[in-house]
């Protein structure tokens, strides 16, 4: 064998390996960021206990990078479920561990003739960061009170649950928002949105 083809015959595999994008051997697998765990305290969410357990599953099987469960405690929450009588609200996330969120499960929206799950589920949305789009379809979820009473979907579509392991990507690394808004959803047709 001649010198040259001796020195091609080496060279050959290191030029596959790159030609055809291979890694080198020595690189190190990329290690996904943890899971961001949200805990939340549905302790005086009363009749929305199911509408809550639903919801919660739906977000969980859609989501990658943020987990929703009960706390242990229920002053260790990072956000709370409660019935009221209004207008369904809450804090426009996305909420992080330590964080103050809230949901206010109003009554008002149920009365109108909206499904309890999708509004648990919407507004369990906002927790998790995402805005309402009124004008979307039944299935996007965060088109609220949109399509009508007739929309029982309570699962966010894939878009929303992109932009949700989005805004959980970094883990607890990601900065905290400066202000504490809360989205208030008069499901009948206008919004509210108050800054704290």
């Not at 199911?50 to 242990?72: F, G, K, M, T, Y």
């Not at 969120?101 to 909206?114: N, T």
């Amino acid at each position: 064998m001649s010198k040259r083809t001796a020195i091609l015959a080496a060279l050959a595999p290191a030029l596959l390996s790159t030609a055809v994008g291979l890694a080198p051997a020595h690189s190190e697998p990329r290690t996904p960021a943890a899971v961001v765990t949200l805990t939340y305290d549905a302790g005086a969410a009363g009749p929305w206990a199911a509408s809550i357990d639903q919801a919660v599953r739906n977000w969980n099987d859609a989501v990658h990078n943020v987990r929703l469960e009960p706390a242990s405690s229920p002053g260790s929450a990072d956000y709370v479920y409660e019935a009221t009588s209004g207008w369904p609200q809450a804090t426009l996330g996305p909420v992080f561990p330590g964080g103050s969120g809230d949901v206010q499960l109003g009554r008002q929206a149920v009365d109108e003739g909206y499904d309890a799950t999708r509004i648990t589920a919407h507004e369990t949305g906002h927790i998790l960061g995402l805005p309402d789009d009124y004008s979307g379809p039944c299935s996007a979820l965060m088109s609220g009170h949109g399509p009508g009473t007739s929309c029982t979907n309570a699962t966010p579509d894939t878009a929303e649950a992109a932009q949700v392991d989005s805004n959980y990507a970094a883990g607890t690394a990601r900065a905290h928002r400066p202000s504490h808004q809360v989205v208030i959803d008069i499901w009948s047709g206008r919004t509210l949105t108050r800054s704290h």
